[in-house]
């Protein structure tokens, strides 16, 4: 519970970051989750979430997101989920482009796992990076796609592609085009 009130604490002070200037959105996600190690036993599992986030300089943003995920097993042990609860700090390549976003992140989360995959539900601490890509559609819409990989400990990850739908707003007002 630590790493939760970690992460809501943070979220709390970077809100009046991300209302000072910047693009902000939000947006869902699904997407597929690899499992990392053949020993725990567990599929491929679908994804499910949504995130939100906002850049504070063209170069610098953040952003936060939920996800969930029902994980069958590939060894009889049943199914259970999992969610995820994730900050991370972004960096964009392109701060030029007009419709595109190429960006890396890192960051910190928890992660709530349930029976078969803990003798008990527990959170976890997870530590994540990941590339993505976010392309503008009209004035306020965007698609989205992202390849992370997470961290539980030492011996195990797990690698989550996420499409996003999305909406953005916010940001400096354009300038008005002289006739």
């Known amino acids: 519970m630590r790493i939760s009130g970690l992460l809501l ?5 970077a809100m009046p970051l991300a ?6 959105w939000v947006g869902v996600q ?43 097993s590939n060894n009889n042990k049943g199914s259970g989920s999992q969610q995820y609860l994730t900050i991370a700090g972004r960096f964009n390549f392109l701060v030029n482009d007009p419709h595109w976003n190429l960006y890396a992140k890192a960051g910190l989360g928890t992660v709530r796992v349930e029976p078969p995959w803990a003798p ?42 996420l499409i996003t739908a999305g909406w953005r707003f ?3 007002a354009k300038p008005i085009k002289k006739k």
């Open 9 to 13: 604490a943070s979220l709390i002070a």
């Open 19 to 24: 209302a000072q200037e910047g693009v902000k």
């Open 30 to 72: 699904v997407g597929t989750q690899g499992q990392g190690s053949d020993a725990r036993g567990a599929k491929a599992a679908v994804l499910f979430g949504v995130s939100g986030g906002a850049w504070f300089t063209d170069r610098w943003g953040m952003d936060a997101a939920f996800h969930m995920a029902n994980i069958d």
């Open 120 to 161: 008990s539900t527990t959170n976890k601490s997870v530590t994540l990076i990941g590339l993505g890509t976010q392309y503008r559609i009209g004035e306020s819409g965007f698609m989205g796609l992202e390849a992370q990989l997470m961290r539980f400990n030492a011996d195990y990850h797990e690698w989550p592609v």
């Open 170 to 172: 916010g940001g400096v």
